[in-house]
């Protein structure tokens, strides 16, 4: 039995076709499509458990969220827009409030990607890739990607990421899926009304320390999450503390956490529907992992899995610079199952 298909899906109001590929599992099914290299919708056991548009031309309208795109070159905020590489200073795009966010106006999440298609024995998926020149949104070298997305038979999908520059530049790629486990409805309009919200979610992240902030820019410092509104080391719904937030937060999470290194295979993020029993697990070999809610209580969660925001300011955080030939390789993997005492 053949795993995945592929149809035209939809147009962006340019015109250009945009193409969708569906790709089954034995309980997950995951559906990708070329614009943004963007998971456009995901079921596990017959539940909908991302947010979903129903066309091209709202992923493009709606560009600024990202909704289960591919997000690059550099996921998260850059101070000013500015970093140094050695002696050479750049200036990147500035689309938010003077900084730069999630690779600029034009950024991975918004271009049309290059997609193939892949089945062999155990596994099927979608290869896709992208060249983004000398000079895009202000980023040195030509920059050449590929983010191929992998349905296993154990219903895991791995997102794996690839690049090479022809210059020395910096790289911080990461998926925005929302996800919302309490699984949704669609209504006449194509649109997903939510069954429950971030209350109804148990999060846990392995993480002692979070990145401390002002203005949702970083600080440069590390701050325990031990007594405060940012420790998920036990999982609690996502909800619970966010009227503790320090009143310099948003609404909502939109906090990196700074993951304890341990095991390969050893969750950082484990998410426990209490309405329908879906659990996801994260496994990556990234440093940190942003959550965002959105809001307050908020009904869907993202965890971009990732280096630190501003880490190209921040002498002690993650190193960000891809060396000019040098290849750069990352890998998440989201598993999913079901409790059965619900």
Request: charged letters at 20%.
């Amino acid at each position: 039995m053949k795993r995945i298909t592929k149809e035209v899906w939809s147009k962006l109001p340019d015109g250009r076709e945009i193409t969708r590929w569906q790709i089954t599992g034995k309980k997950l099914t995951v559906w990708l499509i070329n614009f943004g290299a963007t998971v456009q919708r995901m079921t596990y056991d017959d539940s909908d458990i991302i947010l979903s548009l129903p066309t091209a031309e709202i992923y493009d309208r709606l560009r600024v969220a990202c909704i289960g795109a591919t997000v690059g070159r550099y996921a998260g905020r850059i101070a000013g827009g500015r970093f140094t590489i050695g002696n050479t200073s750049y200036r990147l795009s500035r689309n938010q409030d003077g900084n730069h966010l999630h690779g600029g106006f034009n950024g991975f999440s918004v271009q049309v990607w290059e997609g193939h298609e892949f089945e062999n024995e155990t596994d099927a998926g979608v290869v896709f890739r992208l060249i983004s020149p000398d000079g895009d949104e202000g980023y040195p070298g030509r920059l050449e990607t590929a983010v191929t997305f992998t349905v296993t038979q154990d219903d895991a999908l791995r997102i794996t990421y690839q690049a090479v520059s022809t210059k020395s530049t910096i790289v911080n790629l990461t998926n925005h899926c929302y996800f919302n486990l309490n699984g949704y409805r669609v209504n006449e309009q194509g649109l997903h009304e939510f069954n429950g919200n971030n209350s109804d979610i148990e999060l846990m992240i392995d993480a002692d320390r979070v990145v401390d902030l002002i203005d949702q820019l970083p600080t440069g410092r590390l701050l325990t999450v031990a007594n405060t509104p940012f420790d998920f080391r036990t999982p609690k719904p996502i909800a619970r503390d966010m009227p503790l937030l320090p009143t310099t937060a948003a609404e909502g999470y939109d906090h990196c956490f700074v993951l304890n290194r341990h095991a390969p295979d050893q969750p950082s993020v484990t998410a426990y529907s209490r309405r329908t029993g879906i659990t996801l697990t994260c496994v990556t070999d990234r440093p940190g992992v942003q959550l965002f809610t959105m809001d307050n209580p908020g009904d869907a969660f993202a965890i971009e899995t990732q280096l630190f925001p501003d880490s190209p300011n921040h002498p002690g955080f993650p190193n960000a610079v891809l060396n000019a030939g040098e290849p750069f390789s990352s890998e998440t993997v989201y598993r999913f199952s079901r409790r059965d005492n619900v």
